[in-house]
């Protein structure tokens, strides 16, 4: 299973919002609560409804891999769906790990780690959007399989060997969201100091003096 390629990183089109990658960009956002109510049935306890969670979880991935690639390819990538796809993103798998903590499947701090790193990218996003995009790194799309994985072994009822087996993926998919979001934190401080933006603005405090100084810091 390939991760998908940073939607982020793959400049707007002039496409119309009601299109096949946006409608499957909604369509995960809405599996969202039937996933968390399958999963959450009975306390968990329901083995049926357990594994429709799983496949409404699989669906919802198999969404995110071909949205993004099919806007790409219909040069169909919209401003909407830029912002749209992160959050569905964020969304399920968020739902996925609270859940599973509620259930006391997986340990709250291992959730709260994930979930730090997830919404602390997305905020890094933001802060540098106006000096460039961030690509999606090769260790970034090695966590998203490996965390889906993870995610996707915990909401099946298993037992045995293979219940102590995904305790280990889950580690690497805690080792490699920590070590990334670290990665991530890098280039965006080396971006917002190299970026094109910053180095006009670096410029014009040059050229300004010191009495400029803090009106050019601002532009950056």
């Known amino acids: 299973m390939s991760a998908p390629a940073d939607p982020a990183a793959t400049p707007p089109q002039s ?47 198999i969404t995110d891999r071909y949205d993004g690639m099919i806007a790409r390819r219909r040069g169909q990538v919209t401003e909407f769906g830029k912002l749209a796809d992160p959050i569905a993103d964020k969304a399920l798998t968020g739902t996925a790990l609270i859940g599973l903590s509620v259930l006391s499947l997986v340990a709250w701090w291992v959730t709260l780690a994930i979930l730090v790193r ?26 998203t399989v490996v965390q889906a994985l993870a995610i996707g072994l915990y909401i099946l009822p298993l037992e045995g060997v293979l219940a102590s087996a995904r ?43 010191p009495t400029g100084g803090d009106r050019s810091d601002a532009a950056a």
Do not use: C
């Open 167 to 209: 305790w280990w993926v889950m580690a690497v998919a805690l080792v490699l969201t920590i070590v990334t979001g670290l990665d991530y934190v890098y280039r965006a401080l080396t971006l917002r100091r190299t970026s094109a933006r910053a180095m006009r603005a670096a410029a014009a405090r040059r050229a300004a003096g």
């Open 15 to 61: 496409a119309r919002v009601v299109n096949l990658p946006n409608g499957l960009t909604v369509l995960r956002l809405a599996v969202v609560p039937v996933f968390a109510v399958l999963l959450l049935t009975d306390g968990g306890t329901d083995e049926a409804q357990r594994y429709w969670a799983t496949l409404f979880f699989a669906l919802a991935i």
């Open 118 to 143: 997830e919404v602390g990218v997305t905020l890094l996003r933001f802060w540098v959007i106006r000096h460039g995009v961030i690509a999606a790194s090769r260790g970034g799309k090695a966590k």
